[in-house]
């Protein structure tokens, strides 16, 4: 296991129900992770700016055009970070438009604590393998100049 592995992973949770990021929270130290919360998308947006952020996990209900502008922003190069929605509704509609957005995964309320562990474990996978592969074609890429210079 990387170094990079065995540091604690961040994880923003974006919720406007107290309660709630409390439960998430607690189940979530449970694994290892660094949690940090957030109740509002402007809070978010500065701690996604400030910090290293891993994983967003966005439990609040927002207009469409609200959620779409945040994971823009979530996303975007300034922030990087993948997104996991919770969402009370199952509709096939919404998850399809969450996704053509850009977010990891999304899970219907109420969820499973291993359900979303299990989704925060394949993103941190799928974001390692990704950096390392980008690792090796820049390797293999600086070998096959070099051969090409010989």
Known sequence: MTAQRLAKRKILILDNDNESIEVTRTELLKFGYEILEADSVQEA???????????VIIDIELTHSSRKQL??????QECGSPAIILMISSDVLTKDR??????????SKPYNTASLVSRIEHILYSKENKSSL???RNTTDIHSNVKNIS
């Open 45 to 55: 947006h500065v701690k996604l700016i400030q910090n290293k952020i891993d994983v």
């Open 71 to 76: 994971i823009k922003k979530i996303l975007s």
């Open 98 to 107: 969450a996704y053509s957005s850009g977010v990891s995964a999304c899970l």
């Open 134 to 136: 980008s690792r090796k």
